[in-house]
Each structure stands twice: as structure tokens, then as C-alpha cells.
């Protein structure tokens, strides 16, 4: 399982912004193969690190790239919305930070039967934890046309998204859409040809809106993010890595909910609301990736990083 291929976006922006030290207790909750987890314990090899993922191939791969840390990692497999639960139930009740790393993996996307790409014919699959729930295939196949135009256009941002939808429940009654260039081809057929983006395959957002929904990644982000939030320590700090709008706007609405203190209309003399700022954003605007770094990995380009301090 040491092929498990992925390169941690932004490294040296995730250590300076987490700056992990000894003694203290640090959680991974996209682990992947282990990438930032490595870079945090190679800075603070006295640290504890909780990981927690839900491919359990990811968890295999870096349970092997962690083994040298011994006792000082704890790895996890589930969904990262249930944090605060699991955490608890190894007796952790507070953090000093956590990373979380929003991308696809390499590896995911570059397993063919995994079913994440356009580019590779494939079972229609798209889980990240393959041994539960449904899959890309279920959705397109089950769901009203309503609701796959909403999640094309909600998740995918996708401006044909009433053609994609429609084409997909005309084609499914001929037969079911089992197969990742199935998908592509019906696509391609909605999706008029003078108006393909040069810049990105006419697939890339039905296939991204499919994903989200079904490991309902929003929604995980949100209540993972809240429950790390309120389990950091003052002075701990949260990380966190986006790759698209959606996820961006989320991370950005809920770290400002954190950082304002009263929200009473303000006509009113006194606050009576009595909230106070619960963090401090330590980035005015969300860091990039350097154009060395996305030269050596493409991937990178989309990220964006941002980062609190807990008061």
C-alpha cells in the first residue's frame, strides 16, 4: 500500500500557520496518505497526532508512513463530521490544532476503479469510504431529474445543468448508467460543442457536484469544522485547505461567524447578545500556492489556505 501517491499542497504555509510543537496534541482529519501528518511530527516529533480518514486505503498507507512515530499517532477511520465523538472516545477532549487538507487525493483520483475521473472507464463509484453507502451510479440512476439538476448546478456550478439532467434520466431508461465514460459521453451529448471550455473537460463539474454529493462533503466540512473549532485550546490554531468555491465560501463564512463578537442590530444602545470573538483569522486573504510549487504539482493551483488562532 506504500503506492498510495500524494503530494500535500502547501507544506511549508501548513508548518508556519500550525507551528506545531512538542508535548502538544495535533489532529489530521483528511489524513490521506499521511503527508502533512509527516511534516508535523518531522517539527514536532514529541507531539501527539491523531489521524482520521475514511478510505481505508489511505489509513493503511499512513499507517506505514507513520510507524515511526510509535506511540505518538492514533489513527482513525470515519468521517471527519464526527470528530468531536471520536475524539472523545480515545479520551481527547481538546486540541492544541488541526489540518484539514479538503483535496481529492492523487491516488483517488488516480485509481481507475475508484471511479473518481472522467478520464479513465470505470465502475460509476465516487465513495471515499468504498465499503458503505451509494455510489455515483445509485444517484444517477435513482434520482428525480429535479433533484440531479439541483446538485449539478448547486455542487458543479454548472450552467447545463438542466440539459446534463435531462439527458442522464433519457438515457438511464434505456439502460442504467454504470460507467464513469457513460457518464462522460452523455455529458459530452448535453453540453452544446461551441460551448466547451477550452480551459476544462465538459465533465469536470457534473463530476465534481456527483462526488460531493455523495460523500456529502459539504456538510461534513461544516460540522467537522465547527466541532474542531470548539474543541481547540486558546492560542491553538486551525488550518484549512480548499480546492473549489464552495468549499472556500464555507471555510470563510464560518471562521468570520467565529472571529465577530456582538451581533445586536445596531440601533440598539447595549449589547445584549453577549457574544464574544471566539477566534482571530490569521489570514486576511486565503495563501496560495507559490508558482514553484504548482509547477511541480499541478494540483496545488486551485488551493487556498486559511487560518485562525483560537482566543
Not at 72 to 87: E, M, S
Not at 130 to 141: I, K, L, P, R
Request: charged share 25%; aromatic share 6%; proline share 5%.
Amino acid at each position: 500500500m506504500s503506492g498510495f501517491h500524494h503530494l500535500s499542497v502547501l507544506p511549508d504555509e501548513v508548518i508556519r500557520f500550525l507551528d506545531p510543537m512538542d508535548g502538544k496534541t495535533y489532529l489530521d482529519g483528511t489524513l490521506g496518505g499521511g503527508g502533512h501528518s509527516t511534516l508535523i511530527l518531522e517539527k514536532a516529533p514529541g507531539a501527539f497526532l491523531v489521524g482520521i480518514d475514511r478510505d481505508p486505503a489511505a489509513l493503511t498507507a499512513a499507517g506505514v508512513r507513520l510507524a515511526m512515530y510509535g506511540d505518538h499517532v492514533r489513527l482513525l477511520h470515519g468521517d471527519f463530521a464526527g470528530v468531536a465523538k471520536q475524539l472523545n472516545g480515545i479520551g481527547i477532549t481538546a486540541l492544541d490544532g488541526f489540518i484539514l487538507d479538503l483535496g481529492v487525493s492523487s491516488h483517488q483520483l488516480d485509481t481507475r476503479e475508484r471511479g473518481f475521473s472522467f478520464q479513465q472507464d470505470a465502475p460509476l463509484d465516487m465513495r471515499m469510504d468504498s465499503s458503505s453507502g451509494e455510489t455515483a451510479a445509485d444517484f444517477v440512476n435513482k434520482l428525480p431529474e429535479a433533484e440531479l439538476e439541483r446538485i449539478i448546478s448547486e455542487y458543479g456550478e454548472e450552467r447545463w445543468a438542466r440539459r446534463i439532467a435531462a439527458f442522464i434520466v433519457k438515457e438511464r431508461t434505456e439502460s442504467p448508467i454504470t460507467t464513469t465514460f457513460r457518464l462522460v459521453d452523455i455529458i459530452k451529448g448535453a453540453v452544446p460543442k461551441a460551448k466547451w471550455d477550452e480551459r476544462i473537460h465538459p465533465a469536470t463539474r457534473t463530476f465534481q457536484a456527483l462526488r460531493i454529493a455523495v460523500n456529502t462533503e459539504l456538510e461534513s466540512l461544516e460540522q467537522g469544522m465547527r466541532a474542531a473549532l470548539d474543541l481547540l485550546k486558546p492560542g491553538g490554531r486551525g488550518v484549512i485547505i480548499s480546492f473549489h468555491s464552495l468549499e472556500d465560501r464555507i471555510v470563510k463564512h464560518i471562521f468570520k461567524e467565529y472571529a465577530e463578537g456582538c451581533t445586536c442590530p445596531r440601533q440598539l444602545p447595549i449589547c445584549v447578545c453577549g457574544n464574544q470573538p471566539r477566534v482571530k483569522i490569521l489570514t486576511n486573504r486565503p495563501v496560495s500556492a507559490t508558482e514553484a510549487e504548482t509547477d511541480e504539482n499541478p494540483r496545488a493551483r486551485s488551493a487556498k489556505l486559511r487560518a485562525v488562532e483560537k482566543l
